[in-house]
């Protein structure tokens, strides 16, 4: 439950973000509405599983349980290494959908590329949150 309310946060900041890049690359309010839906459901996916894998093969160790304050740097090095893992599927979904919908390539590397650069931003900012979120949360509820 836990990977998928991350991903449910993410998801809901992507959506608004993708939306608005899709609209202006189509010139349409439905259509990036629409291509952002196409995107979000996929990616929520890819984010929940790729996200469930880090937490069972490898989980977070920096947990107020295990630390005295909480470790920036374990947080953003850990969450790099997550998304060098979920970045290629999600790109390919991306790029993908603008094709897909606007049979441009010159419109897809545009949108495509905008949205390759100011969505990723926002995976950092959900999983560093939530990192805290996890640390703050062990010192009231105990270890994991």
């Known amino acids: 439950m836990h990977s998928v309310s991350k991903a ?23 259509a990036g509405s629409a ?8 990616s929520f996916v890819m984010l929940t599983a790729n996200d469930y894998a880090w937490d069972y093969f490898w ?12 470790e920036a740097l374990n947080s953003v090095s850990r969450n790099t290494a ?6 290629p599927m999600v790109t390919v979904l991306n790029i993908g959908s603008i094709y897909w919908w606007t ?10 590329t905008a949205a390759v650069l100011i969505l990723p931003m926002m995976f ?15 010192a009231t509820h105990g270890a994991k």
């Open 8 to 30: 449910i946060t993410l998801k809901v900041a992507t959506f608004t973000t993708g939306t608005i890049i899709y609209a202006f690359g189509t010139g349409s309010l439905a």
């Open 124 to 138: 950092y900012v959900n999983n560093t949150l939530w990192d805290w979120y996890d640390w703050q949360r062990a």
């Open 103 to 112: 049979g441009s390539v010159a419109n897809t590397a545009v949108t495509g």
């Open 59 to 70: 989980p977070n160790t920096n947990v107020k349980a295990n630390n005295d304050s909480f």
């Open 35 to 42: 291509l952002s839906a196409i995107n979000t459901a996929g």
């Open 82 to 87: 997550k998304y060098l893992t979920f970045k």
